[in-house]
Structures are given as structure tokens and as C-alpha cells.
Nanobody, 123 residues
């Protein structure tokens, strides 16, 4: 069992940066692929980024590629999402998720989810 708690959300202006953190409980954090997803008002939840257990592989949604960076610190049981050059369309609730298995964009195969953190980008 893994429990995930996101933090770091807030209200920023377009062009600003923000770093989200997701702290995980459990001694097996280092074996999980970790992902970030987001859900904007009135829209479906969508994939943002994912990182393999060793951080050797990452993948990103096209909409954030080049602006967002996912990383993890297995010693701290934490995964991060560095978000630069934020745009109003990045406004959403951001969720982190964990799964046993390889990196994938498919949210249905992630087993554990956090409660989400709100990111609001004003124009």
C-alpha cells in the first residue's frame, strides 16, 4: 500500500514557475513508476508526466514537453514536477499516482492516487 500526498500548488501568473511535490509513504516507493496527471474544470483527467522507478526513463505529454520536468528522490520518497513558463491552460488540479510496472501514460493502470493540489495560472 502506498499513500501519496501532493503539495506545492498555488496561484501564479503566466510565465512563472512552480514546483509540485508528492510525498509517498511505504518502504517500496523506489519500486514504483510515478506519474503526474491533471484535471482542468469541465475536462477529463489527463496525463502530464511519468518517471520510472530508477528515474532512467521519463515521458511527457506534448503540451508540457520542454516546460515541465519530472524527477524523483527515492531516498526521500518524493517525486517532483518542476513547471516552468506556466500558461493559463495549465490551470488544473494536479494528481500524482503510482504503479508497479513500467512507464505508461494510461491512468487506468496506476494503482495509487493522491488527493490533488490546485494550480491556478492567471493571464
Amino acid at each position: 500500500q502506498v499513500q501519496l500526498v501532493e503539495s506545492g500548488g498555488g496561484l501564479v501568473q503566466a510565465g512563472d514557475s512552480l514546483r509540485l511535490s508528492c510525498a509517498a509513504s511505504g518502504r517500496t516507493f523506489s519500486t514504483y513508476t510515478m506519474g503526474w496527471f491533471r484535471q482542468a474544470p469541465g475536462k477529463e483527467r489527463e496525463f502530464v508526466a511519468a518517471v520510472s522507478w530508477s528515474a532512467g526513463r521519463t515521458t511527457y505529454a506534448d503540451s508540457v514537453k520542454g516546460r515541465f520536468t519530472i524527477s524523483r528522490d527515492n531516498a526521500k520518497n518524493t517525486v517532483y514536477l518542476q513547471m516552468n513558463t506556466l500558461k493559463p491552460e495549465d490551470t488544473a488540479v494536479y494528481y500524482c499516482a503510482a504503479r508497479v510496472g513500467g512507464v505508461t501514460t494510461a491512468q487506468t493502470v496506476y494503482n495509487y492516487w493522491g488527493q490533488g493540489t490546485q494550480v491556478t495560472v492567471s493571464s
